[in-house]
Each structure stands twice: as structure tokens, then as C-alpha cells.
């Protein structure tokens, strides 16, 4: 079955960085677009980044532009987001997803605060 497993969630002070990592199985990885997702308290589930497939082509929420990266590597099977420049707003659960029977981590969790 698919399986979607996010690391490198935690507690960082403003303007630091933090780097999620996604490693997923179960589907042909290189075949689907990957994103990140995030969801604060109160607050509902919102698209932070995503990458295409093969391209690589990158989209990104007006909020972490020029802050966060996206990468995948398809050899590995892996998706990441790098993080720079952390806000307390950045403060949030976040997910991996693939569209590929709209498949959803469990979450990581990254605050940011002083």
C-alpha cells in the first residue's frame, strides 16, 4: 500500500531552518507530482509547495516563496523541503501528499518559536 512517512519536524527559533523530509513507497514514485502541505491550529489545510513529476518544475505559496525549497529525488524516492528564514507564522503540522489515490503522511510537526 502506499505509504508516505515525513521526518525532520521539531522546535526552531525564528529565522532558523529546518529541512522535512518525505520518503515514499508503495507506487511509482517518479510517475506523480509531490507536495507539502500545512496546517496550522484553527486553521485550514493549505498547499506549500509542490514539484512535477519528471520536470521537476516547482510551485510554491506566495507565503514561503524565497524561503522554501522543494526537491525530490526519484532514484530515492524521497521529497524535501528545505525551510530557511523561519516565521512563528510557519508554525504548523506538516504533510506529504501525492495524488496517486489521494495519499496523505501522518504529519510532522515544526514550531517556530523563541
Known amino acids: 500500500q502506499v505509504q508516505l512517512v515525513e521526518s525532520g519536524g521539531g522546535l526552531v527559533q525564528p529565522g532558523g531552518s529546518l529541512r522535512l523530509s518525505c520518503a515514499a513507497s508503495?507506487?511509482?514514485?517518479?510517475?506523480?507530482?509531490m507536495s507539502w502541505y500545512r496546517q496550522a491550529p484553527g486553521k485550514e489545510r493549505e498547499l506549500v509547495a509542490s514539484?512535477?513529476?519528471?520536470?521537476?518544475?516547482?510551485n510554491y505559496a506566495d507565503s514561503v516563496k524565497g524561503r522554501f525549497t522543494i526537491s525530490r529525488d526519484n532514484a530515492k524516492n524521497t521529497v524535501v523541503l528545505q525551510m530557511n528564514s523561519l516565521k512563528p507564522e510557519d508554525t504548523a503540522v506538516y504533510y506529504c501528499?501525492?495524488?496517486?489515490?489521494?495519499?496523505w503522511g501522518q504529519g510532522t510537526q515544526v514550531t517556530v518559536s523563541s
Open positions: 508503495g507506487f511509482t514514485f517518479r510517475l506523480y507530482a
Open positions: 514539484i512535477s513529476s519528471t520536470l521537476g518544475i516547482t
Open positions: 501528499y501525492t495524488p496517486h489515490r489521494g495519499s
